[in-house]
Protein backbone atom coordinates (compact mmCIF):
# COMPACT_ATOMS: atom_id res chain seq x y z
CA UNK A 1 0.00 0.00 0.00
CA UNK A 2 1.49 3.35 -0.72
CA UNK A 3 2.19 5.79 1.58
CA UNK A 4 3.16 9.56 1.06
CA UNK A 5 3.91 11.39 4.65
CA UNK A 6 5.11 14.80 4.30
CA UNK A 7 7.32 16.77 7.44
CA UNK A 8 8.95 19.89 7.43
CA UNK A 9 6.16 22.73 8.00
CA UNK A 10 6.37 24.70 10.76
CA UNK A 11 6.23 28.60 11.62
CA UNK A 12 8.87 31.23 9.76
CA UNK A 13 8.70 34.97 9.53
CA UNK A 14 8.14 36.50 5.83
CA UNK A 15 11.03 36.65 3.86
CA UNK A 16 12.32 32.75 5.62
CA UNK A 17 13.01 29.49 4.19
CA UNK A 18 11.42 26.38 4.73
CA UNK A 19 11.49 22.42 3.22
CA UNK A 20 9.51 20.45 3.45
CA UNK A 21 9.38 16.30 2.66
CA UNK A 22 7.62 13.70 1.95
CA UNK A 23 8.49 10.20 2.01
CA UNK A 24 7.40 7.92 -0.31
CA UNK A 25 6.27 4.17 0.46
CA UNK A 26 4.83 1.19 -0.48
CA UNK A 27 6.08 1.87 -4.29
CA UNK A 28 9.10 3.07 -6.07
CA UNK A 29 7.99 6.90 -7.19
CA UNK A 30 11.06 6.38 -10.07
CA UNK A 31 7.82 6.55 -12.69
CA UNK A 32 6.00 8.48 -10.91
CA UNK A 33 5.05 12.31 -11.32
CA UNK A 34 5.30 13.77 -7.66
CA UNK A 35 3.71 16.88 -6.70
CA UNK A 36 3.19 19.76 -3.94
CA UNK A 37 -0.40 21.33 -3.60
CA UNK A 38 -1.32 23.71 -0.95
CA UNK A 39 -4.85 24.90 0.38
CA UNK A 40 -5.19 27.94 2.69
CA UNK A 41 -8.17 28.03 4.69
CA UNK A 42 -11.38 29.10 2.74
CA UNK A 43 -9.92 28.33 -0.57
CA UNK A 44 -9.43 26.07 -3.15
CA UNK A 45 -6.64 23.02 -3.11
CA UNK A 46 -4.14 24.69 -6.01
CA UNK A 47 -1.01 23.66 -7.98
CA UNK A 48 2.21 24.34 -6.66
CA UNK A 49 5.18 22.57 -8.29
CA UNK A 50 5.75 18.74 -9.79
CA UNK A 51 8.38 16.77 -10.71
CA UNK A 52 7.55 14.57 -13.38
CA UNK A 53 9.27 11.29 -14.21
CA UNK A 54 11.88 12.29 -16.61
CA UNK A 55 13.30 14.99 -14.56
CA UNK A 56 11.20 17.90 -15.70
CA UNK A 57 10.25 20.35 -13.05
CA UNK A 58 7.07 22.79 -13.02
CA UNK A 59 5.85 25.59 -10.94
CA UNK A 60 2.84 27.90 -10.13
CA UNK A 61 3.52 31.08 -11.72
CA UNK A 62 2.94 32.31 -8.04
CA UNK A 63 6.24 30.05 -6.54
CA UNK A 64 8.89 30.55 -9.93
CA UNK A 65 12.05 31.66 -8.83
CA UNK A 66 11.16 30.75 -4.97
CA UNK A 67 10.44 27.48 -4.71
CA UNK A 68 12.34 24.32 -5.82
CA UNK A 69 10.82 20.32 -6.00
CA UNK A 70 13.89 17.67 -5.92
CA UNK A 71 13.79 14.43 -5.81
CA UNK A 72 16.13 11.80 -3.74
CA UNK A 73 15.77 8.12 -5.38
CA UNK A 74 17.75 6.46 -3.13
CA UNK A 75 15.32 7.72 -0.21
CA UNK A 76 12.06 7.82 -2.37
CA UNK A 77 11.66 11.56 -1.21
CA UNK A 78 10.88 14.44 -2.75
CA UNK A 79 11.47 17.72 -1.06
CA UNK A 80 9.94 21.08 -1.85
CA UNK A 81 12.74 24.06 -0.83
CA UNK A 82 10.51 27.29 -0.14
CA UNK A 83 12.81 30.64 -0.21
CA UNK A 84 11.63 34.40 0.33
CA UNK A 85 8.34 33.21 2.05
CA UNK A 86 5.52 35.40 2.08
CA UNK A 87 2.37 35.52 4.55
CA UNK A 88 0.29 34.46 1.51
CA UNK A 89 2.55 31.23 1.28
CA UNK A 90 0.78 29.88 4.22
CA UNK A 91 -1.57 26.84 3.80
CA UNK A 92 -1.75 23.43 4.49
CA UNK A 93 1.05 21.49 1.94
CA UNK A 94 0.12 18.21 0.57
CA UNK A 95 2.27 15.87 -1.44
CA UNK A 96 0.93 13.66 -4.14
CA UNK A 97 2.14 10.70 -6.76
CA UNK A 98 0.90 9.73 -9.64
CA UNK A 99 1.45 6.77 -12.08
CA UNK A 100 -1.55 6.64 -14.30
CA UNK A 101 -1.39 9.69 -16.04
CA UNK A 102 0.06 9.44 -19.54
CA UNK A 103 0.72 13.12 -19.93
CA UNK A 104 1.75 15.93 -17.10
CA UNK A 105 -0.82 17.30 -15.34
CA UNK A 106 -1.12 20.21 -12.64
CA UNK A 107 -4.91 18.64 -11.82
CA UNK A 108 -5.18 17.28 -8.80
CA UNK A 109 -7.20 14.74 -9.85
CA UNK A 110 -4.59 13.45 -11.92
CA UNK A 111 -2.81 12.37 -8.84
CA UNK A 112 -3.48 8.54 -7.26
CA UNK A 113 -2.13 8.86 -3.92
CA UNK A 114 -1.94 11.97 -1.41
CA UNK A 115 -0.27 12.53 2.36
CA UNK A 116 -2.00 14.12 5.05
CA UNK A 117 -0.56 17.25 4.78
CA UNK A 118 1.61 19.59 6.44
CA UNK A 119 1.42 23.21 7.93
CA UNK A 120 3.30 26.06 6.96
CA UNK A 121 2.84 29.03 8.21
CA UNK A 122 4.48 32.75 7.00
CA UNK A 123 4.24 35.71 9.70
CA UNK A 124 4.26 39.10 8.36
Known amino acids: QVQLVESGGGLVQAGGSLRVSCAAS????????MGWFRQAPGKEREFVALSDWSGGTYYADSVKGRFTISRDYAKNTVYLQMNVLKPEDTAVYYC??????????????????WGQGTQVTVSS
Open 26 to 33: GRSFRSAA
Open 96 to 113: AAGWSMTTISRRASAYDY
